[in-house]
């Protein structure tokens, strides 16, 4: 069949998808993501990110908040109830914990880690952001 004008579509074969996805970036600039942003602080070591636990028996405000951190290069862990959270904090030994389950008080009393307990003022993203960040800031103090 003969092609139309303007018709200059390439044949994909193997070569040309192993080109593509070989193809290695080559930086003219220093790399930008070397420098701390977001979660990361200058006493964090390098590579690591302060890891966070959410505790929130709402599986839509957990997954935005948990969206919300990975974006700032938080590690987060959500996790669905308070018995989830106790499991998870005796495993993973989190930076900071983020409770809005009933029975926050509960994770403030067994958690070694400062405990952020979600309120109606932290429905602003960056509020909940920066009480997170407060509370890394005090642990490292």
Known sequence: MPRAFGDHRRELSWSTIYAVSNHVEKRQLPDRRARSRGGRRPTDRRGATP???VADE????????????AKLNFA????????KALEVMATLQPEVVVAKVRDASLLVQQSLAPVVVVTE?????????????????????
């Open 121 to 141: 003022e932290m429905s602003d993203p960056d509020v909940l952001v920066e009480a997170i960040r407060q509370a890394l800031r005090r642990k490292h103090l």
């Open 51 to 53: 890891l966070v636990v």
């Open 76 to 83: 987060v862990a959500p996790v669905e109830s308070l018995s």
């Open 58 to 69: 709402e599986p839509g405000s957990r997954t935005t908040c948990e969206t919300i951190l």
